[in-house]
């Protein structure tokens, strides 16, 4: 990736409540195909086609882009949600969340965290030792956002997922958007599953275990997903994290492992 980048990011929503969002860092030449295919998710999205929707584009000044290395990525064989939910909840435990705030975001996540029990737009913080959730609006959540993969870093990932049979857009956005969230100051921890119905994988990221995927953290069908990012207060103020997540600009130059299956035992 060469030139100076523009922020691509675009949210829709129908009958008020969110159905997707995505977001690139792109040179000028790439910004118009980009925009154009994040119009044509919106209006496509499984969920429903979007009545609504937001794009936005704007220029990021280059000394503000920062470079980092992605996570690795290592699958855990679940045979289904309930199990994929058991290891989620230990290994954020063994990353250093406690047992009461990981049930606190599962309970959350499982019940629909904005209001009225649909899924925010962005995502929970959550208190790691507490469980409390701290963002400050329960609705929209906080986005990690201003994150992307350099051309030659995508080339290389989507080979590596491919041998993995893993090369879809889930997978890479997250991957990039779990790097960005655990390169943030205070955050112990993230948990995701996807809030599309026919997509039932989730993931722990943490800076011990990279991101770790596991092919079932809910049931087919259910509409209600979503993240929490877990936070150790004693580590960081909220206004500064949340301005890190929101308007940092990070650009992923190098790809991590891409592991294979393995069962829980060898994590
Ligand atoms: C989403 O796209 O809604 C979140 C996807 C989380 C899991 C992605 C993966 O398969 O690793």
């Known amino acids: ?30 910004v118009e195909s980009l925009a154009a295919a994040m119009v044509r998710r919106a209006l496509q999205h499984p969920k429903g086609q979007a009545d609504c929707l937001s794009l936005t584009i704007e220029a990021v000044s280059p000394a503000s882009v920062q470079t980092t290395s992605l996570l690795d990525l290592t699958t855990i064989r679940a045979a289904d949600y309930h199990q994929g939910r058991r290891m989620a909840a ?25 209001p009225g029990g ?10 790691a030792v507490d469980g409390t959730r701290l963002e400050p609006d329960p609705s929209r959540g906080v986005r990690a956002s201003r994150m992307d993969l350099s051309e030659s870093a995508e080339t290389e ?12 857009p889930h997978v890479r956005e997250a991957l990039v958007l779990a790097t960005k969230v655990m390169s943030a100051p205070g955050i112990v921890a993230e948990l995701c ?7 039932t994988a989730g993931y722990v ?4 275990y990279g991101y770790v995927r596991f092919a079932h953290l ?16 004693q580590e960081v103020e909220l206004e500064p994290l949340i301005a890190y997540l929101e308007r940092s600009v990070l650009l992923i130059t190098e790809v991590g492992e891409i ?9």
Not at 102 to 110: I, T
Not at 118 to 126: D, E, I, N, P, Q
Not at 157 to 168: I, M, T
């Open 205 to 208: 990221a943490s800076r011990e």
């Open 118 to 127: 649909t899924s925010m737009r962005g995502a929970m913080l959550v208190d």
């Open 90 to 114: 230990e290994l954020l435990q063994r990353a250093g969340v406690s047992a009461l705030a990981v049930a606190s975001a599962v309970g959350y996540m499982a019940a629909g965290a904005a």
């Open 1 to 30: 990736m060469s030139g100076d980048l523009f922020s691509i990011r675009m949210h829709s929503n129908l009958e008020g409540a969110h159905i997707s969002g995505c977001e690139r860092l792109a040179p000028v030449d790439r």
């Open 157 to 168: 990932l989507r080979q590596r997922l491919a041998l993995r049979g893993l090369d879809n």
């Open 259 to 267: 592991g294979g299956p393995v069962d829980w035992e060898d994590v």
């Open 193 to 199: 599953w996807s809030d599309d119905p026919d997509y």
């Open 218 to 233: 809910k049931p087919h069908g259910e509409e209600r997903g979503g993240r929490a990012f877990f936070v150790c207060r």
